[in-house]
């Protein structure tokens, strides 16, 4: 069997392996909803004004919330299925929509700050490793530990006292300028300045992270039997950090960004919040203030099988950087 | 005991969060010596900067002490911490133990199930169950307590494996001594190090999630707490920014001090682990 059909067969296996966690996640999902005091009836009759009982009734009936639970689970299994994930009764829209609608701003906000994270993480992991015990390392392990303990809300609402409030560079919240109506070159220019400071400020954890990782595999990879083969046979330092240690080193910083993509959502609300930037974390935020259940049930159920789809996706990256793993 | 002291004693910045950390501790129990109002009174002008109006780190919008706040605040924080991380380490060793020690089909079941947790976005997750529960000191705990114990079952069951088949457990075997003793008693005290370590550790995280639950408006109305402070003073941002700093330093400064205690217990309970750094 080649190469290509056994990786085929191990992403298909590993769909299969996905499966039953979407599964899982879908019915904790449901038990919670039902966890929540009142139903979509009594939201509804709230909303209303008031309500009768007979109406009230009814309008379970309509529903099916008077079935019993198992048989609300299946339809809600159905629904889910069908990418119906209920009616949000303050937007006044399916959740799905306003989930599509919002998805794009935390794509871009989440991807620059992998991007940010990752290659900034490995540098300076990289740097640190290789001044091991001089000042530079000690002054990326002292910045490495302090962005480790610093809360991300905070780290935001510094960075926007400093940044917009005092010197003025960047916008302080938003996506767009809305007053300014821009188009083509200058709309990518002003959202790119208001991306920069929620950027910074959602990398700065895993920037932290990824530095601490890269700096310990890089100084596992130079206890390696192969790098007292590779100084034997008379390579430079150069030579051997670069394209031996460095490979090496990289394979479990790029587990690790898989593995925290779950985190990443969870920074995101609290950043987006933060920025007013308009994506899923602020959505559910909103949704937290409007007591809007449905929506953040929707955007937690969504943004776990975003995690399964990612780690799926690293898994499949790692097969084709480490020739060694079998995928079996 | 006196070695384990020694070895810790040689990092000494966990030395000096050990310090840090006893003084946050005592400046949480004598909350109500230092400040015996409630930190939610109105007590002075509103908007006062620090050191201005008899107010050592101002006050806010509504002219309520900042550093009142943080000192009734530190209470919480450490409270929600400790508890919180004793909660998920209790479920941790609960399903690594049965998982580790029984093998076979309970470890399956029991491993998926900690995947499934581990899949979660955890603090969306958490955001839930605090909105589902009602905000609360123990929704809170719960919620932290939910997301944060897979890390720990992983590691219990993968010390559970390496213990299980030694020596002295089928000893133990042989001796007829029931399973569970066997798991409590002989096996556990074995795997304490590294769960200690790991402990220490997640109080911190413990103490950022709940900061950040607080910040966006789900901590227990009735207790203050450093996230509220911070939540509430965000925006008046423009006018005070100290409303926002002081309890932020706060966070960073206990959050950073529990890490580097954990790293010195790891460099004391897990010398072998040393080079691991």
Known sequence: MTKSTKIFKYVGKRLLQGIPIILAIVIINFFLLNLAEGDAVDVLAGEAGSATPEYMAQLRKKFGLDQPLPVQLMVYLKNVLSLDLGYSFRHDMPVNELIFDRFAATGLLMTSTIILAVGFGILLGLLAAMRLNTWKDAVITVFALITYATPLFWVGLMMIVVFSLNLGWFPTSGMTNIAAFYEGWDYVVDVARHLVLPTITLSLFYLALYTRMMRASMLEQYGQDYVVTARAKGLTERRITYVHVLRNALLPVVTMAGVQVGALIGGSVIVESVFAWPGLGMLAFESLFARDLNLLLGIFLLSSMLVVVVNLIVDIIYCFLDPRIEVN | ?277
């Open chain 2, 1 to 277: 005991m006196g070695n384990f002291w020694t070895r810790y004693k040689r990092n000494h910045a966990a030395v000096f969060g050990l310090f840090v950390i006893a003084l946050i501790i005592v400046m949480a129990i004598t909350a109500s010596f230092l400040y015996p109002e409630d930190p939610f009174r109105l007590v002075g002008k509103p908007l006062s900067e620090p050191l201005t109006n008899g107010f050592l780190l101002g006050s806010d919008s509504l002219g309520r002490d900042v550093a009142s706040g943080i000192v009734h605040g530190a209470k919480t924080s450490l409270l929600i911490g400790f508890v919180a991380t004793l909660v998920s380490v209790f479920i941790g060793i609960f399903f690594g133990a049965f998982a580790g020690y029984f093998g076979g089909l309970i470890d399956d079941i029991l491993m998926r199930v900690t995947e499934i947790f581990q899949t979660i976005p955890s603090f969306i997750f958490a955001i839930l169950l605090v909105a589902i529960l009602k905000p609360s000191m123990s929704s809170i705990v719960i919620a932290i307590a939910v997301v944060s114990w897979p890390g720990v079952a992983r590691l219990v069951r993968g010390e559970f494996l390496a213990v299980k088949n030694r020596e002295f457990v089928q000893a133990c075997h042989t001796l007829g001594m029931s399973d569970l003793r066997i798991m409590l008693w002989e096996i556990l005290p074995n795997c304490l190090s590294p769960i200690i370590v790991v402990g220490s550790l997640m109080v911190a995280t413990a103490i950022l999630i709940e900061s950040g639950l607080a910040f966006l408006g789900l901590g227990d109305p009735n207790v203050m707490s450093w996230g509220f402070l911070i939540g509430a003073g965000r925006t008046m941002l423009r006018s005070a920014w100290w409303v926002c700093t002081f309890p932020g330093v706060a966070i960073l400064i206990t959050v950073l001090a529990i890490n580097l205690i954990g790293e010195g217990l790891n460099d004391a309970l897990n010398p072998r682990l040393k080079e691991r750094q």
